[in-house]
Structures are given as structure tokens and as C-alpha cells.
T-cell receptor, first 111, second 117 residues
């Protein structure tokens, strides 16, 4: 099955700086890569996703890039704000419904 | 978001006891899932169901069973709970046609925290 590794496990950034989280996947057939955000005590929610036929996707301050050759994808958050503090999970799948999640990255934005 | 409801939200039980976690949804989604969250391990799929009477094993189904009683209800059972089943359990739903990428966007419930002593 698919194996997704996520780094770093924790990330502390100064407010206004950028944050980058990287994930690698094992199955070259995977074609869908979502990112979920889980605020403290809350449920995970989708923030952005990308398909394998697209190299980059942006939504305001967040962006995701995909390198199919290297089998890795990254989440970029620019101009970080306190509300960006959360746990972020990457995931990969080749069939949409059976997501394999990374272990998560705890992001702390320092004021 | 009350459209995926999990009960109970918190439960403390003893080793060997039978436990049932329940999930109901008002989103009208066909697909329902049970995930387990452990620190440092992310979210792991236990079971999933595409329709009533359709049950599929996920990554870590041993020690668990599920029942899809109706399109809107999906329950998770631990027949004989053990301490390493202590975790946060999430129910999730998705619509096969949903998502801005045409994919299955998961809607999670609020979670059920289970402690097995």
C-alpha cells in the first residue's frame, strides 16, 4: 500500500514568515494529494488539494507543489498568522477514497 | 459542523469491555469511514463503507468491527477493548462526486476520545 512520510514533525515560525511542510509518497500511481488542517481540539478540514496532472496550485496564502518524478509534494504558507497554528496532514491516494495520511506537522506561529 | 455527529465524545472503559462508537450524518453522503488518530502516527483508516451492507477493511481493522445500519449511520465496535486501542476516533463521510478537484473530500465528525484502562 501507499506510505506517506511527512517532515518536519514540528515547525515554529515567526509571524509573517513562511512555512514549508514536505511529504514523500511511495506509490508512483498515486494521483491525488490533499492537505488537511486540524486546529487544537477540532476536526481535520481540507485546506487545499492537487491532482497529479498539475504541478502547483495556490489559494491565497497557501500553495501546494508536486514533483511526480521525485514523488514528493509540499505545502507552502506565506505571511503566516496566528490562526495558521495547527496540525497539518498530507495524504496521498490513487483512488480518491482510500487516503494514506502522513504523521502530521504541528505548526506554531510565534507573535 | 453538526452534520457528522459522533457519540460518545469521550469514553473511559476497562480492558475486555465491549464498546460501540456511533456516527450519524445528515449530508446525504454515500461513503463513510472510521479513522483512528494517535500522536505521531497521523490518521489511519480502520474501515470504510460505500453503501448499506458494503463493508471494507482499512489499514488497521484487527480488533474492530463495523456496521452500516442505514445510509446515514455507521458504527464502530471494539468487541474486547485493550489499552493500545486508546486513541481519538474520527468518523468521516464523502460524496463520490464531491470536491473542487472532483475527488472525495472528507468531512470529519468531532471525534470520540476513547481511553481503555
Amino acid at each position: 500500500g501507499e506510505n506517506v512520510e511527512q517532515h518536519p514533525s514540528t515547525l515554529s515560525v515567526q509571524e509573517g514568515d513562511s512555512a514549508v511542510i514536505k511529504c514523500t509518497y511511495s506509490d508512483s500511481a498515486s494521483n491525488y494529494f490533499p492537505w488537511y488542517k486540524q486546529e487544537l481540539g477540532k476536526r481535520p478540514q481540507l485546506i487545499i488539494d492537487i491532482r497529479s496532472n498539475v504541478g502547483e496550485k495556490k489559494d491565497q496564502r497557501i500553495a501546494v507543489t508536486l514533483n511526480k518524478t521525485a514523488k514528493h509534494f509540499s505545502l507552502h504558507i506565506t505571511e503566516t498568522q496566528p490562526e495558521d497554528s495547527a496540525v497539518y496532514f498530507c495524504a496521498a491516494t490513487l483512488n480518491d477514497y482510500k487516503l494514506s495520511f502522513g504523521a502530521g506537522t504541528t505548526v506554531t506561529v510565534r507573535a | 459542523d453538526a452534520d457528522v455527529t459522533q457519540t460518545p465524545r469521550n469514553r473511559i472503559t476497562k480492558t475486555g469491555k465491549r464498546i460501540m462508537l456511533e456516527c450519524s450524518q445528515t449530508k446525504g453522503h454515500d461513503r463513510m469511514y472510521w479513522y483512528r488518530q494517535d500522536p505521531g502516527l497521523g490518521l489511519r483508516l480502520i474501515y470504510y463503507s460505500f453503501d448499506v451492507k458494503d463493508i471494507n477493511k482499512g489499514e488497521i481493522s484487527d480488533g474492530y468491527s463495523v456496521s452500516r445500519q442505514a445510509q446515514a449511520k455507521f458504527s464502530l465496535s471494539l468487541e474486547s477493548a485493550i489499552p493500545n486501542q486508546t486513541a481519538l476516533y474520527f468518523c468521516a463521510t464523502s460524496d463520490r462526486q464531491g470536491g473542487h478537484s472532483g475527488a472525495n473530500v472528507l468531512t470529519f465528525g468531532a471525534g470520540s476520545r476513547l481511553t481503555v484502562l
